[in-house]
Structure formats: structure tokens, C-alpha cells
């Protein structure tokens, strides 16, 4: 029996480190890590989308995406047979979007997003912000790939002005109750993680090695 191949994509500018945890059978399962790529000069989302699905080697992945990895993934099954979509800690439709999104759009603030900070966040570090968020910041120090300003412009906006509207009934969802980016009562349809924040990913894994195996055969 082959076994079926499983693609990961990691959150925005996070490395597919944030996978080191999770584990599937290896009998059953074969696991690829994705990294995000610089984008070109005004590609739009659905171009990139087509470019990294070059990577995809079996035919009939399961795709699994994290944040705007799951946005990225979603758009990525349009160019591909896939096997299964999952999303984790991630959105189906811009109407899942958090008020806060929705405004960013129309008044385009998000174009105020000093990246140049996010790009460096040692630097960031060194303010205290609290003890949580210092936590925060040490999880971005490591699991943060792409310090590249143009990457990380490029990704902010695509999340921000995302098109679709009309949810794929076919995507899996994962979400946490207590997610702070996208807000789990703006979220349709999904499959709860108790006490998960927006990073169950690394929080939760326990969880992910125990259920994901099903979720995909299911």
C-alpha cells in the first residue's frame, strides 16, 4: 500500500519548524515540510499559489496549512486533485475575518504595519511588553523564517484583502476557542481544540498527533 503523502504549510513567514512536533504513523503517512518563498514582483495570491503547488510531487496530497498557510492551501487546491484540505487556526472565507480585518481593508491601515519591526524581532524584544507577550516574541524568534520586507508587505496584504467569499464545504477546519487572531465566533463550521490560541500548532500537539491520523483517513 502506498502511503499518503501529507504537505504542511507553515504560518505567515513562520519555517516548517512549527511542525517538529507532530508526528503521523509512518507506515501510513508520508510528511512534507513547505517553506514560503519570496514572492515575485506584483504576483498576485493565486499566482504564488500555482507556483509553490510545483512542489507538490504525489499525485492526491493531503494539504494541511496553518493561518495564511491554510488561506495559501485552499487557493493551492484550485490547481491540484487533492486528497483532503486542512486548515488550522485559519479562516474558510473573508467573512470569518475579524472586524478588525474587515476595517483594515476598507481604510487601508494595514499598508501602517511597520514590517520593518516584524522583520527584526530581537530588536522588538528588547521593549517589554509583559511577560505573555515576551513569550510571544520568543516563539516568533525562533519559528520566523522570512525577515524579508517585501515577503512580509506582500503576505499582510494578501491575508487583508483576500477575495473569496464562498467557503469550499470540502475544507477541514482546526480552531482553538480562545484564538486571538481570528476570533473563533466569526468561525463556521470547524473542529474545536479546547484552550487553543492561535498557536495550537505548537501548544497542542498532543492533540494533533492523537487526531489528525483520523481526521485524514476519516
Do not use: C
Not at 506584483?42 to 498557510?69: C, D, M, W
Not at 515576551?134 to 525562533?142: A, G, M
Not at 484552550?195 to 487526531?211: A, C, P, Q
Amino acid at each position: 500500500m502506498s502511503k499518503i503523502p501529507v504537505y504542511f504549510m507553515p504560518g505567515l513567514a513562520a519555517s516548517s519548524s512549527i511542525f517538529e512536533r507532530i508526528v503521523l504513523p509512518e507506515a501510513v503517512f508520508e510528511m512534507v515540510l513547505l517553506e514560503w518563498e519570496i514572492p515575485l514582483e506584483n504576483e498576485t495570491l493565486q499566482e504564488y499559489a500555482k507556483r509553490i503547488t510545483q512542489k507538490i510531487i504525489h499525485p492526491n496530497p493531503v494539504l494541511i496549512g496553518v493561518s495564511f498557510g491554510g488561506i495559501l492551501v485552499q487557493e493551492m487546491a484550485k490547481f491540484i486533485n487533492v486528497r483532503k484540505v486542512i486548515i488550522i487556526s485559519s479562516v474558510k472565507s473573508n467573512l470569518e475575518f475579524p472586524m478588525s480585518m474587515k476595517l483594515a481593508k476598507t481604510t487601508k491601515a494595514y499598508k501602517l504595519i511597520p514590517t520593518t519591526l516584524l522583520a527584526n524581532v530581537e530588536s522588538l524584544a528588547t521593549f517589554s511588553f509583559g511577560v505573555r507577550i515576551n513569550q510571544r516574541l520568543k516563539l516568533y524568534e525562533k519559528f520566523l523564517r522570512i525577515r524579508d520586507k517585501r515577503y512580509l508587505d506582500w503576505a499582510i496584504e494578501q491575508v487583508i484583502l483576500w477575495e473569496r467569499t464562498v467557503v469550499d464545504e470540502n475544507v477541514i477546519h482546526i480552531h482553538g476557542d480562545a484564538d486571538d487572531v481570528f476570533p473563533i465566533k466569526n468561525i463556521q463550521n470547524y473542529i474545536i481544540v479546547k484552550g487553543g490560541t492561535h498557536v495550537i500548532i505548537l501548544s497542542k500537539y498532543k492533540w494533533f498527533n492523537e487526531n489528525l491520523p483520523k481526521i485524514i483517513l476519516e
